[in-house]
């Protein structure tokens, strides 16, 4: 799909879409209870991967709007030779691997072959120490086996949510666990979320400092409960306000643990005339920084190394369509460098690289100096009414 977004400025008031974060993991929390109720879920193509998984899994879960009543997994007991598609979503598959290695039976987890170039080595590590069989295609992983309780030691630089996917099951094993993360803990706060969801379903762990200290033979508890809204995705209505606009969101909770919360505090630093940011903490707010300094003036960006394995190339691919605006980009193994510049209107076709946040964030540049976006129903991974929503704001969009 192609939009052509012109020259406008947004202004009005707006609620923040529904926590895509936030809803994976009380979506999983629900299913391994036997009846809970979960609100304000949106239907973006990650979330309705999530729960259909959940549903061939074995569980009982009846829609509402936006709301499911959801229960009745027993991970001992998924039918084996079972399959679940992932779609594009890495949280749906590494939040549900760990599940499946419960059952004993096999199972294979399928998605698209960008999913599958993401890593998997934690799983796999695991898998080889317990005897779990563990195979590996282009667009899938089978697993077959069943993972005991004890210490299990993961890299703090890999993905968080190797760690969220490992938490979800290890309270429901026979025998005490340990999880300690070694190196820089990065995305530490997406950590906080899963033990913030499964505190809400009664389970309880106990973390000190980079060591996770779990009981087993916990239940999950039935939990009526709702989703918060989205900081990732926030930030690309508040980025309006950056560029001329005048948008106010709501929605957001004050006190939530989301580590991209800290997105206004870098516009911030973006209009004050800081130079050099820190997004090892934060890598989704990546695409947006680096279209906003690209209005600024630049700035150099340090931790990006794991922005090579998100649904793009994400310090790629924005070197690429910066440079259509006439903005130089360069991009070490570890850090990039927006160079100041004047935007100028794109002489050729944008391109989204199949990644919703670099279509958003292209998005924004463009409501500045007119484009057009290619691929731009990429957005539908995450917030499928992004385009509607800013055009009720007042941007000029033509597909």
């Known amino acids: 799909m192609k939009v052509t977004i012109e020259k406008s ?15 994976h993991r009380l979506l999983i929390c629900g299913a391994l209870s036997e009846n809970s109720v979960i609100s304000d879920l949106s239907e973006s193509k990650d979330i309705l991967a999530t729960i259909g998984c959940l549903k061939n899994m074995g569980a009982t879960i009846d829609s509402d709007g936006d709301t499911v009543k959801i229960g009745g997994i027993n991970p001992q007991n998924i039918n084996g030779e079972t399959e679940l598609f ?4 890495g949280s749906t598959l590494r939040f549900l691997i760990p599940v499946c290695m419960m059952s004993g039976k096999k199972i294979t987890l399928t998605g698209s072959s960008r999913l599958f170039e993401r890593p998997l080595s934690v799983y796999e590590e695991i898998c080889k120490e317990q005897n779990i069989e563990f ?78 200290y779990i009981k087993g033979n916990q239940k999950y508890q039935n939990t009526a409960i709702s989703v918060e809204g989205d900081y990732s ?44 940011f820190d997004l090892s903490d934060c890598p989704d707010l990546a695409p947006v920084m680096f279209a906003m300094s690209a209005y600024t003036g630049g700035a ?9 394995i998100k649904e793009s190339d994400r310090a790629q691919a924005m070197a690429e369509e910066l440079a259509k605006f006439g903005i130089k980009v ?29 279509v958003m964030a292209l998005s924004l540049l463009c409501s500045v100096t007119g484009g057009e976006i290619d691929g731009a129903e990429a957005v539908s991974k995450s917030y499928p009414d992004f385009f509607r929503q800013i055009s009720q704001l007042g941007i000029i969009i033509k597909d």
């Not at 707006?14 to 936030?22: G, V």
């Not at 360069?330 to 944008?350: A, F, Y």
């Open 233 to 276: 995705n926030a930030a690309f209505l508040d980025a309006f306000n950056v560029i001329g606009g005048n948008v106010s969101i709501s929605g957001l909770k004050s006190d939530s643990l989301q580590g991209d919360r800290v997105y206004s505090d870098m516009f911030k630093g973006l209009t004050d005339g800081q130079k050099c």
């Open 9 to 23: 400025t947004a202004s009005g008031r707006i609620f923040a879409p529904p926590s895509k974060s936030m809803a």
């Open 330 to 358: 360069t991009v070490n193994e570890n850090s990039v460098t927006i160079h100041n510049g004047s935007l100028k209107t794109p002489d050729c076709v944008l391109y989204g690289h199949n990644d919703h946040r670099i």
């Open 135 to 212: 195979i590996k295609s282009a667009n899938s992983v089978t697993v077959c086996g069943k993972l005991k309780s004890g210490d299990f030691t993961v890299a703090g630089d890999i993905s968080s949510q190797f760690i969220t996917g490992l938490l979800f099951v290890l309270p429901l094993l026979y025998g005490d666990s340990t999880l300690t993360v070694t190196g820089n803990f990065e995305s530490a706060s997406y950590v906080d979320l899963t033990l913030d969801a499964m505190k809400s379903f009664g389970v309880g762990i106990v973390r000190k400092d980079n060591v996770f």
């Open 86 to 89: 992932c779609n594009e979503s």
């Open 300 to 308: 150099e960006f340090t931790g990006t190394a794991r922005l090579k």
